[in-house]
């Protein structure tokens, strides 16, 4: 089967080389890698170029910037690949990750099949070493494993999907944690999900990449809208998963609002709270989150919020 792997850029030069010499580095041979410049402001997606003249699977699209979403999306709108893979561009993957992860995928008559993942604050290098026999873990209700087990993680990048099987899905542009909102659509249409226990992925703990760096209110803002398309997809097509997500999916990510705000520098907290509680008071109202799933220091901060 062809991979195609999608590669969005957008200021990453010191990681792009790496990222796709891992991927040209595949024992699975039959791939493309589309990388989609997506306005970058260094020259990543030039190095791109002198990567794809090298090796013809490469190809490099440029566009105006559209945030990480928009560039994936491109990345569907080019792909000619029976499997769709994502790559982050200051990641990198294991060598036999294709060749492994797709044999199970066949094996299981799968869609979607899943990977796990390592962090690591080392750049890519050739010689990684073997991994373990990989065990594979089979789940019968994709959607409850995603909202109550760690080992189906939220990130896209963790998963080969069928591309027939995601063709009318997209990335909503214009938002942070995007992949929440991706993943459980794809987990609500999946009737058995399969998940390779090997560290596959390497996620390069970036201090500027967007996940690492700081709060800002428009980071909360993504991820009110975020319990809201959740909310509102599972409300039409899954509604009896509805409380369930709203203990594992939609009030941990009012948790992580806080976790992020209380992180910051003590002059900074004054604004990010000013910003946050009126619309966490909103989404409280309106039934979208509760106390429910939150641990107890959560939820003292979430009563003090709707005080």
Not at 108 to 119: A, L
Not at 265 to 287: D, F, M, S, T, V
Request: glycine share 4%.
């Amino acid at each position: 089967m062809k991979v195609s792997v999608i590669v969005p850029m957008w200021n990453v030069a010191p990681y792009i080389e790496g990222c796709l010499a891992s991927i040209a580095a595949q024992t699975h041979r039959d791939l493309e890698c589309i990388c989609v410049d997506d306005g970058s402001p260094d020259n990543a997606g030039d190095l791109a170029d002198a990567f794809a003249q090298k090796d013809k699977r490469f190809r490099v699209i440029r566009q105006q910037n559209m945030g990480l979403s928009g560039a994936r999306n491109t990345g569907l709108e080019h792909a000619c690949g029976e499997v769709v893979s994502f790559v982050d561009a200051d990641d990198y993957i294991h060598p036999h990750t294709l060749e492994t992860v797709l044999a199970v995928m066949k094996k299981e008559n799968v869609d979607v099949i899943g990977f796990g993942f390592q962090k690591t604050s080392a750049r890519y290098t050739a010689d990684l070493p073997k991994l373990p026999n990989s065990p594979t873990h089979i789940f019968q209700n994709p959607l409850s494993a995603f909202m109550t087990r760690r080992d189906v993680p939220t990130s896209s990048c963790v998963r080969l999907y069928r591309r027939t099987f995601i063709q009318d899905m997209r990335f909503v542009v214009g938002l942070c944690f995007e992949d929440v909102v991706w993943t459980t659509e794809v987990m609500s249409k999946l009737n058995k999900y399969v998940f390779v226990d090997s560290p596959f992925y390497y996620y390069y703990t970036n201090p500027n990449s967007l996940m690492q760096s700081c709060w800002t209110n428009e980071k909360t803002d993504s991820y009110l809208t975020v319990i809201n398309l959740v909310y509102d997809y599972l409300a039409q097509h899954r509604p009896k998963d509805l409380k369930i997500a709203q203990k594992c999916i939609l009030n941990s990510r009012v948790k992580m609002i806080f976790n992020r705000i209380k992180k910051m520098p003590k002059a900074q907290q004054p604004a990010l709270w000013a910003h946050a509680i009126p619309l966490i008071r909103e989404l409280y109202a309106n039934g979208r989150i509760s106390y429910s799933g939150l641990k107890l220091k959560h939820k003292l901060t979430l009563l003090n919020v709707l005080k």
